[in-house]
C-alpha cells in the first residue's frame, strides 16, 4: 500500500533546530519529486521546499531559504527536512508528499500522495 508517514515535529525554541523525517512504503519514491509543505492555524498551506526524483534539484519558499534544507534517501525511502533557526512563523503542521513529476514542483495539483503531518510549535 502507498503512504508517507512524517515524524520528528515537536515544540521548540526559536533558534533551535528540527529535522522531519517522511518514510515511504511502496512503489511512488525514487522515481517521484517530493515536497514538504506547512499549513499554520487559519492560513492556506504553502509548499516550504521540493526536491526532484534524485536529489538533483530543490527549490525553497523564500522565507525559509538558508535555513531549511531539503533531501532525500532512496534507497531508504526518507525524505528529510533539516529546519534550522527555527521561528515562530515556522508553526505549522508539516507535510510531505509525492509528485506525480520526476521534477522538483511547487503545483501542489501535482502532488499524488500526501502524509497525515506533523505538528512543529516554535516558541518566541
Known amino acids: 500500500q502507498d503512504r508517507l508517514v512524517e515524524s520528528g515535529g515537536g515544540l521548540v525554541q526559536a533558534g533551535d533546530s528540527l529535522r522531519l523525517s517522511c518514510v515511504a512504503s511502496g512503489r511512488m519514491f525514487s522515481n517521484n519529486g517530493m515536497g514538504w509543505f506547512r499549513q499554520a492555524p487559519g492560513k492556506e498551506r504553502e509548499l516550504v521546499a521540493s526536491?526532484?526524483?534524485?536529489?538533483?534539484?530543490?527549490n525553497y519558499l523564500d522565507a525559509v531559504k538558508g535555513r531549511f534544507t531539503i533531501s532525500r534517501d532512496n534507497a531508504k525511502n526518507i525524505l528529510y527536512l533539516q529546519m534550522n533557526n527555527l521561528k515562530p512563523d515556522d508553526t505549522a503542521v508539516y507535510y510531505c508528499a509525492a509528485s506525480r513529476l520526476a521534477a522538483a514542483t511547487g503545483a501542489m495539483n501535482m502532488y499524488r500522495y500526501w502524509g497525515q503531518g506533523t505538528q512543529v510549535t516554535v516558541s518566541s
Open positions: 526536491i526532484s526524483w534524485n536529489g538533483g534539484n530543490t
